[in-house]
Each structure stands twice: as C-alpha cells, then as structure tokens.
C-alpha cells in the first residue's frame, strides 16, 4: 500500500548486534503496530502507538523497545539481536480503535 | 487467556467452488476484522466487522457477537482467492490489541 512504507524490506544482522526497523506512513493516522510473524504462530503484536510518545506493549515485547517522535515515524528497535528475532515484521496503521487496519509489505529479518 | 480460533486450517477448492470459513473468539469484541495474506506475503485487509453482515463481490461476512462467531464466505473461488485467510479480534478485556487466529489456508486449483 502506498500509505505506509517499511524499510529495510529484507536484513541480515549478527547475534548481538542492535537493529532498526522503520516503518512510515503518508495517511496521518493516529494508530501504528508492530507485529511479528512466525510459522505455528501467526501475528503476535509486539508494540503499538496511539499518538506522538504514545506507545504501549503487546504480547511479546520483551527484546524491543520502539519511538514514535513523528505522526508519520514508527521505529522498532531490536537492542541486541538474538536468532530468536528471526522474523519477518509487519508494521499496520489505523485512523482509530474502531477501523480496519492498513499493513506494510513487511521487513524479513534473520539473525545469524 | 484469549482465544481467537480459526477451522478449517486448511481448504483445499476446485476453482468455481463456495466455502465457508469460521472464527471463534473468546469475550466481547470491540473490533473484528479479515484478512488475507496473498502468497507474496502481502496482508490485504477483507472486512472490519465487529457485527452485522457485510459484502464485498464475491465475498462476504458475518459477525455474531452474541455467540462469538464470525464467518467469511468466498463465493464462485478463484485462483486468485488462494492463500491464508486470518480473523483479527480486539475484546473488550484487551483493548488497543487486536490478537490474530492462526488462519485458515485456502488452496484453489484451477
């Protein structure tokens, strides 16, 4: 969707190593997610926003910590990556709670 | 704990072919959706359906709020239409976090 961009699309990061995903949007919505998706698991949320500095957890946050300074800016932070955060991240947005979600093309990260 | 689930894991369709997808949940939804995830990886948004009936072409939903169950129907399937089809629900207990089932994989041969 040209609304809302991720990026790096593909990364290949060293155990250890801190990581940062990017996830922008053009649609000035007030909401944005990070998941994360696994084979046997589906899409877990990891973090979400409901304005500028406001973020709260999901369900499988520990290992990551994210910022939103900007309406447009959804950053997710892997502080030191471990193989355990080989994933492939989608970034969503929503103009409020009750509305259907926008998806990004998604981030695919391996941890070596 | 919350439970979104999602029959049948997997369908497997003649092209032409109708089929019904089903999805349970566990509380009172605030918010309901459908998506489909296309074979490139891509999360299309379907329906946001916390209640009622809706359509869109050759698909349509259903949301009984009441006996926490919604339906997705794929009518006249096409190859296209192949993927994995995923219910979304926000409860009322989890407000802000809209919690996936674990999909239903749609196969349809030409």
């Known amino acids: 969707d040209a609304g809302i961009t991720q990026s790096p699309r593909h990364k290949v990061t060293e155990t250890g190593t801190p990581v940062t995903l990017r996830c922008h949007q053009t649609?000035?919505?007030?909401?944005m997610y990070w998941y994360r998706q696994d084979p046997g698991h589906g899409l877990r949320l990891i973090h979400y926003?409901?304005?500028?500095?406001?973020?709260d957890k999901g369900e499988v946050s520990d290992g990551y910590s994210v910022s939103r300074s900007k309406t447009e800016d959804f950053l997710l932070t892997l502080e030191s990556a471990t193989s355990s955060q080989t994933s492939v991240y989608f970034c969503?947005?929503?103009?409020?709670?009750?509305?259907?979600?926008?998806f990004g093309s998604g981030t695919r990260l391996t941890v070596v | 704990g919350i439970q979104v689930e999602q029959s049948p894991p997997d369908l497997i369709l003649q092209e032409g072919a109708n089929s019904t997808l089903r999805c349970n949940f566990s509380?009172?939804?605030?918010?309901l959706q459908w998506f489909h995830q296309n074979p490139w990886g891509q999360l299309i948004n379907l329906f946001y359906?916390?209640?009622g009936t809706k359509q869109n072409g050759r698909l349509s939903a259903t949301t009984v709020a009441t006996e926490r169950y919604s339906l997705l129907y794929i009518s006249s399937s096409q190859t296209t239409d192949s993927g994995v089809y995923f219910c979304a629900v926000e409860l009322v207990s989890t407000l802000g976090r809209l919690y996936f089932g674990r999909g239903t994989q749609l196969t349809v041969w030409p």
């Open positions: 649609e000035n919505h007030r909401y």
């Open positions: 509380d009172s939804v605030n918010n």
């Open positions: 926003s409901y304005g500028v500095k406001d973020t």
């Open positions: 969503a947005i929503s103009e409020s709670r009750v509305d259907g979600y926008t």
């Open positions: 359906i916390p209640s």
